[in-house]
Nanobody
C-alpha cells in the first residue's frame, strides 16, 4: 500500500520560515520525480517545485524562486521544502506528489497528471 505523508505545516508570521517534509512508503521513491503543489481556497492547485530522482536538478514556480528550496534524501524516502521569507500569499494547503515511475521532472512538471501518488496535504498559514 502506497503512503505519502506530509508534515511541518503551521502558522507563521510574514517573513518567517517553515520546513515541510514528505515521507513515502510502498513506492519507488528513488526512481520518482517528486513535486510540491499548493492550493489556496477558491484557487486551482498550483505546482510549486519539482526535483529529479538525482538531485540537485530542481524546478520552481517563479513566485517562490529564491525563497523556497526543495531537496530529497533517497536513503530516508523523504522530500523536503524549505520555505523562507514567507508571504501571506503563500498561504495554502501544500501537497507532496510522486511520479512513482519516472525520475525526471521535465517540461511537464507543472501538470498534476504527471504524478501518480499524492499526500493528504499540510496547511501553511502566513499571517501579516
Amino acid at each position: 500500500q502506497v503512503q505519502v505523508v506530509e508534515s511541518g505545516g503551521g502558522l507563521v508570521q510574514a517573513g518567517g520560515s517553515l520546513r515541510l517534509s514528505c515521507t513515502t512508503s510502498g513506492l519507488s521513491f528513488e526512481r520518482s520525480a517528486m513535486g510540491w503543489f499548493r492550493q489556496a481556497p477558491g484557487k486551482e492547485r498550483e505546482a510549486v517545485s519539482c526535483i529529479n530522482w538525482i538531485s540537485p536538478i530542481t524546478y520552481y514556480v517563479d513566485s517562490v524562486k529564491g525563497r523556497f528550496t526543495t531537496s530529497r534524501d533517497n536513503a530516508k524516502n523523504t522530500l523536503y521544502l524549505q520555505m523562507n521569507s514567507l508571504k501571506p500569499e503563500d498561504t495554502a494547503m501544500y501537497y507532496c506528489a510522486a511520479t512513482g515511475d519516472n525520475g525526471y521532472c521535465g517540461p511537464s512538471w507543472r501538470g498534476p497528471q504527471k504524478y501518480n501518488y499524492w499526500g493528504q496535504g499540510t496547511q501553511v498559514t502566513v499571517s501579516t
